[in-house]
C-alpha cells in the first residue's frame, strides 16, 4: 500500500496499530490527532512512554504493578496480612480494590492452568506465593478466579494444597449480577446461583 | 390453536448463490420450486443456520459465503405463538468474528440467540443417523437436546472444555502428572454425567413418540423398532435402565469416573481420553438386530425419516406456544414408496411452518395443508 504520510506519521501509525483493539483506520486518526498537540505535551507523553521500562517493576511479594520494590498495598501498614486474595492477573485488582470491602493483601498468578493454551504449573508465580506462606501469618486464602472451565480447575488445584496446610480456602460466590432481573437470567447462570444459594440467617 | 406463521420474512445477502434476496414466506406449506442448482437448498440451509447457528451441510464458513463477498448475511423476522415478534440477524465470514444481533441489540453468547425457533431438517444425507458413524448420531442428540432443554448446552461446552484439556494433558506427560488431570476430571465427570443424563432423558421420550408413530410407515407387517441409549461408559459399571432418575445422576458420575480409572493407564500410553459421552451413541434395532448391519437401504432411510418426524413432533410439545417451530424439508421423499409417502404427508405436524423444496410441487400434498408456491432463481 502506497503510504500518503511522511514517514514519522507512517511509523507512529505502525506503532499504534499493535495496540490492543487498535485497525489500521483508528491507529491513522490518533496518529493525525497528535499533529494538533503543542510540542512540549509531546515531548512529555513520549517521555512517559520512555520512562516505562525504567520505572514500572512489579512487587517482589504479590506480583502487583509497582514502582519500588514492594506495591502500596503490600507497603501499607493497614492492611490485614493474614488473608491473601489470588488472582490471575494483576490488572484484576483494581477491581477488587474498587469495591472497597477487600482489606487484605494479594497475590498475582500471572496466568492459569490451561493445557489447551500451553500453560502449565510451571507459568505460575508459585514459588513466590508457597515463600510468603511459608513466612507464616497467613490464615485465609481467597481465590479470584474466573468462573469458567480452566478457572475452577484451577481453583480446585490450588485449594488442594493450601487445604494440606490448613488454611482456611473459599472462592468467589458464581451466579446473579446484583440487581438483575431474574426472568432475564439465562440457564447455566441461574444453575449456579442455585447451587451456590445461602441460607437466609 | 394452529400457529404456523413463524417466518414472515427472510433476507439474505451474500449467502451462497444468492447476492440480494428477500423473501415473503406464508404459513403452513411454502414450497420452493425451482430446476437443480438454483438455490431451493441455500434457502432451508439459511433458515436453519440461523436457528441452530450452524449448516446441515458445512462446517466451513467460507463455503456459506457467495463468490468475491467477504461475509454474508442473514436476517429474518420471527414470530412467536403469542404473537410477540423479533428481529434475528447474523454476519459471518471467514476469519471474521461472528456477529449475530437480536432486535438490533448485539447479542455475545451464542446461547443466547439459539433456538429462537426451533427447527428440524429432512435432508438426504439423514440415512447417515442410520447406517453413519455414532457421531452423527450424537449430533442429533445433541441439538434436539438443547432445544428441549435450555441449560444442556452449558453442560456440553463445560464438558467437551474439560475433556480437551485432558487430552491436552495426556500429551504432555512430562509437564501435567495426576494431580493436574485430576482437578480437569473432577470436572470432566460432573458435567459429563448431566450431559449423559440429558441425552438418556431425550432417548426416552424420543422412543415413545417413534413407536407410536412408526405403524403409519409399516402397514400390516411392522418390523419391531427398538431405540436405546448407549452411554460410553465401559460396561461392568453401567446403571441399569430402571434405575431413578435422582440416583441416576450419582450412578453416571461414579460410572464415568470409574471409567477413567480403570483405562488410566491405557489413556497415558493413547495420549487420548477413551472413555466417556464422547463415545455414546443411540443405539437402534431392527426386528431385534442392529439396524446399520441388518436393515436394507430402504428400512435405513424410513428410520431415519421417523427419528426426524417424531423429534419434529416433539418439539411441538417442547414448544407448547412458546415458541415456532420450523421445519425444512429436502429432497427425502424421492426413494419412498407410494404408502410411505402418504405416511409422511400425513404424519407432518400442522402447527409448524413447513419449506419443501422441490423441481416440481409434489401431486401428493394433503388437501388441508395451505400452499405457497415461491419459484426460486438466482
Same mark, same amino acid.
Given at each position: ?10 511509523? #507512529? @501509525? ?6 490492543p ?6 491507529? %491513522? ?13 509531546l ?36 492492611r &490485614? ?7 490471575? &492477573?494483576? @490488572?484484576?485488582?483494581?477491581?477488587i ?5 477487600? /482489606?487484605?493483601?494479594?497475590? =498475582? ?20 506465593? $508457597?515463600?510468603?506462606?511459608?513466612a507464616?501469618?497467613? /490464615? ?20 488442594? %494444597? ?7 480456602v ?19 447462570t ?9 441460607r437466609l440467617? | 390453536?394452529v ?28 414450497? *420452493? ?13 439459511? @433458515?436453519?443456520? *440461523? ?10 464458513i ?5 463468490w ?9 423476522? =420471527? ?8 428481529t ?10 461472528r456477529?449475530?444481533s437480536?432486535?438490533?441489540?448485539p ?8 433456538? &429462537? ?14 447406517r ?6 450424537? /449430533? ?6 438443547s ?13 467437551? &472444555?474439560a475433556?480437551?484439556? $485432558?487430552?491436552?494433558m ?7 502428572? +495426576? ?7 473432577? @470436572?470432566?465427570?460432573?458435567h459429563g454425567?448431566?450431559?449423559?443424563? +440429558? ?8 422412543r ?15 418390523p419391531?423398532?427398538?431405540l ?7 460396561k ?11 440416583? #441416576? ?6 460410572a ?9 493407564? +491405557? ?11 464422547q463415545?455414546?451413541?443411540?443405539a ?12 436394507? %437401504?430402504?428400512?435405513?432411510r ?5 427419528? $426426524?418426524?417424531s423429534?419434529?413432533?416433539l ?20 426413494e ?11 404424519? *407432518?405436524p400442522?402447527?409448524?411452518?413447513l ?13 388441508d ?10
Amino acid at each position: 500500500m502506497a503510504s500518503n504520510y511522511p514517514p514519522v506519521l507512517e511509523e #507512529l @501509525i505502525v506503532g499504534l496499530r499493535r495496540l490492543p483493539g487498535v485497525g489500521a483506520r483508528t491507529a %491513522e486518526r490518533l496518529a493525525l490527532s497528535f499533529t494538533g498537540w503543542p510540542a512540549d505535551d509531546l515531548r512529555n507523553f513520549g517521555a512517559l512512554l520512555a520512562a516505562i521500562p525504567e520505572r514500572l517493576r512489579f512487587c517482589t511479594g504479590c506480583g502487583n504493578f509497582a514502582e519500588a520494590e514492594t506495591c502500596p498495598i503490600c507497603a501499607d501498614p493497614h492492611r &490485614q496480612r493474614d488473608v491473601i486474595c489470588i488472582v490471575e &492477573q494483576a @490488572i484484576q485488582i483494581p477491581a477488587i480494590e474498587k469495591t472497597g470491602c477487600y /482489606r487484605g493483601l494479594y497475590h =498475582v498468578l500471572g496466568g492459569r492452568l490451561e493445557p489447551l493454551a500451553d500453560k502449565g504449573p510451571e507459568t505460575l508465580r508459585l514459588a513466590e506465593l $508457597r515463600t510468603r506462606l511459608a513466612a507464616g501469618g497467613v /490464615r485465609e486464602i481467597i481465590l479470584a478466579v474466573s468462573s469458567d472451565v480452566e478457572g475452577e480447575a484451577t481453583a480446585a488445584w490450588l485449594a488442594h %494444597e493450601f487445604r494440606a496446610a490448613g488454611l482456611s480456602v473459599s472462592r468467589l460466590a458464581a451466579g446473579l449480577p446484583v440487581g438483575a432481573d431474574l426472568g432475564y437470567a439465562d440457564a447455566a447462570t441461574l444453575a449456579a446461583a442455585l447451587n451456590s444459594r445461602r441460607r437466609l440467617e | 390453536m394452529v400457529f404456523s406463521d413463524v417466518i414472515p420474512r427472510l433476507e439474505l445477502r451474500s449467502f451462497r448463490n444468492y447476492c440480494r434476496a428477500e423473501f415473503t414466506l406464508a404459513p403452513g406449506l411454502n414450497l *420452493l420450486t425451482g430446476a437443480n442448482g438454483t438455490g431451493k437448498t441455500n434457502v432451508l440451509e439459511a @433458515i436453519y443456520y *440461523l436457528a441452530v447457528l450452524r449448516s446441515f451441510r458445512t462446517r466451513q464458513i467460507r463455503d456459506l459465503v457467495a463468490w468475491g463477498a467477504e461475509s454474508f448475511q442473514i436476517k429474518a423476522d =420471527v414470530r412467536r405463538p403469542d404473537f410477540s415478534a423479533a428481529t434475528l440477524r447474523l454476519a459471518a465470514g471467514f476469519g471474521r468474528e461472528r456477529e449475530i444481533s437480536l432486535n438490533s441489540a448485539p447479542v455475545g453468547k451464542g446461547s443466547e440467540f439459539i433456538h &429462537q425457533f426451533l427447527c428440524t431438517a429432512f435432508i438426504p444425507e439423514d440415512i447417515e443417523l442410520a447406517r453413519g458413524p455414532s457421531a452423527e448420531r450424537r /449430533r442429533f442428540l445433541d441439538i434436539l437436546s438443547s432445544q428441549l432443554d435450555g441449560a444442556y448446552l452449558h453442560d456440553l461446552h463445560q464438558f467437551a &472444555q474439560a475433556l480437551k484439556s $485432558r487430552n491436552a494433558m495426556l500429551r504432555q506427560p512430562q509437564r501435567f502428572g +495426576r494431580r493436574e488431570t485430576g482437578v480437569f476430571e473432577t @470436572i470432566l465427570v460432573r458435567h459429563g454425567a448431566a450431559v449423559m443424563m +440429558r441425552r438418556r432423558r431425550t432417548i426416552r421420550i424420543l422412543r415413545q413418540r417413534v413407536l407410536e408413530d412408526a405403524p403409519a410407515f409399516h402397514g400390516e407387517m411392522p418390523p419391531r423398532l427398538e431405540l436405546a441409549y448407549d452411554p460410553g461408559v465401559v460396561k461392568a459399571v453401567r446403571p441399569g435402565e430402571e434405575e431413578e432418575e435422582q440416583t #441416576l445422576a450419582a450412578r453416571y458420575e461414579t460410572a464415568l469416573m470409574e471409567s477413567l480409572e480403570a483405562n488410566r493407564a +491405557r489413556d497415558e500410553q493413547e495420549r487420548l481420553t477413551t472413555w466417556g459421552p464422547q463415545r455414546d451413541d443411540l443405539a437402534l434395532f431392527i426386528s431385534g438386530k442392529p439396524l446399520a448391519a441388518f436393515g436394507s %437401504e430402504g428400512q435405513c432411510r424410513t428410520f431415519a425419516l421417523l427419528l $426426524r418426524l417424531s423429534s419434529a413432533r416433539l418439539l411441538l410439545e417442547a414448544a407448547a406456544g412458546r415458541r415456532g417451530v420450523v421445519l425444512l424439508i429436502d429432497d427425502v421423499l424421492g426413494e419412498l414408496d407410494a404408502a410411505r409417502r402418504a405416511a409422511f404427508w400425513r404424519l *407432518l405436524p400442522r402447527q409448524a411452518q413447513l419449506f419443501f423444496a422441490c423441481t416440481a410441487p409434489p401431486a401428493e400434498i394433503p388437501a388441508d395443508l395451505a400452499v405457497t408456491i415461491h419459484p426460486v432463481s438466482p
